[in-house]
């Protein structure tokens, strides 16, 4: 079974609208950390932003949000204020803290922003 | 800030070279890693090291092998290169789960590989 899943292969998005991208799950491991990546087409991985198992509150850094519903197993990216710049791949990871140190990741979604 | 670096952005080869991918990192990670991506199919692990001389398969080794003889520098090999080894090479380096497993992967800026 798959780690994580990304079922959006590609978004579309109006500059300065909100977007949410989704990512689910699957893991039987109580401590995990759920990561999203920005890929711009010039190649690097960007850290956006990460959410541990057991943080309570939803992760925030600037413009993007984690929306982590446990119970459900997803663990969505939501940018607000979309910009030009955003237009990238986006990778949803996961870490499980007791099986090892591989880092499991998404097929991505790309996301076009229009001006 | 963490720096990962590729020894190359672009690198074109024959097929039956053998290739060497270099990958060195700065801030004192246990583990390193080498991963393929191809359109459509995401990131997907050849290899990694969580130790200098140690490493672990990941999902699609056939056709790489790797090296790590210092703990700053994780070396991919293709053997034998072949056209289906056309792809984005991308190394990634992070701390050992119990020193950080709260901290996330840090990549380079990738090699594009192209075999002829």
């Known amino acids: 079974a798959q780690k994580i899943t990304q079922t959006q292969p590609g978004m579309f998005v109006q500059e300065k609208e909100a977007v949410t991208l989704d990512c689910t799950y699957d893991?039987?491991?109580?401590?995990?950390?759920l990561f999203w990546y920005k890929q711009p087409s010039s190649g690097e991985m960007i850290f956006l932003i990460y959410q541990g198992s057991y943080d309570q509150q939803n992760a925030t850094e600037g413009r993007y949000s984690l929306n982590f519903q446990k119970a459900r197993k997803s663990a969505n990216l939501v940018i607000s204020a979309s910009q030009l710049g955003d237009s990238a791949m986006y990778f949803c990871?996961?870490?499980?803290?007791?099986?090892?140190?591989?880092?499991?990741f998404g097929t991505g979604t790309s996301l076009t922003v229009i001006p | 800030d963490v720096k990962v670096t590729q020894s190359s952005r672009y690198l074109v080869k024959r097929t039956g070279e053998k290739v060497f991918l270099e990958c060195v990192q700065d801030m004192d990670h246990e583990n390193m890693f080498w991963y393929r991506q191809d359109p459509g199919l995401g990131l997907r692990l050849i290899y990694f090291?969580?130790?200098?001389?140690?490493?672990e398969k990941g999902d699609i080794p056939e056709g790489y092998s790797v090296s790590r003889e210092k703990k700053e520098r994780f070396s991919l090999i293709l053997e034998s290169a072949s056209t289906n080894q056309t792809s984005m090479y991308l190394c990634?380096?992070?701390?050992?789960?119990?020193?950080?497993?709260?901290?996330?992967?840090?990549f380079g800026d990738g090699t594009r590989l192209s075999i002829l």
């Open positions: 893991t039987s491991d109580p401590s995990y950390g």
């Open positions: 990634a380096s992070s701390f050992y789960r119990r020193q950080g497993a709260n901290q996330p992967q840090h």
């Open positions: 090291s969580y130790d200098v001389k140690m490493k």
């Open positions: 990871a996961m870490r499980e803290a007791n099986t090892g140190n591989q880092f499991y």
